[in-house]
């Protein structure tokens, strides 16, 4: 099942920054083995903000929704999911 997700960072600016930089060192390791893994297919900076758009290919909801929790970042993220379908006018076969 393929999904899209859009995830908008807020840490808060109270947080030290050692910790700050500690979770987000955390965070890059996780999210690059779920991007080995195949999991997270794709992920993208929106520019001008601290916000991503990625593609997650995962067997459920479930799955989705554990992974999605167990990002360090989860506790201080707004985010957006969106279920994705082939759509019929697509030439792409490895976009199912």
């Not at 099942?1 to 030290?16: A, E, H, T, W």
Request: proline letters at 5%; aromatic letters at 8%.
């Amino acid at each position: 099942m393929l999904f899209q997700v859009r995830m908008n960072v807020n840490i808060p600016l109270d947080m030290p920054s050692d910790q700050a930089n500690e979770i987000k060192a955390i965070e890059k390791a996780y999210s690059q083995e779920l991007q080995r893994q195949g999991k997270w297919r794709h992920i993208w900076r929106i520019t001008g903000q601290y916000s991503n758009t990625s593609i997650f290919d995962v067997e459920s909801n479930e799955e989705l929704h554990s992974i999605l929790q167990g990002l360090p970042l989860y506790p201080y993220m707004e985010i957006e999911v969106m279920a994705l379908n082939r759509h019929p006018s697509s030439i792409r076969e490895d976009d199912s």
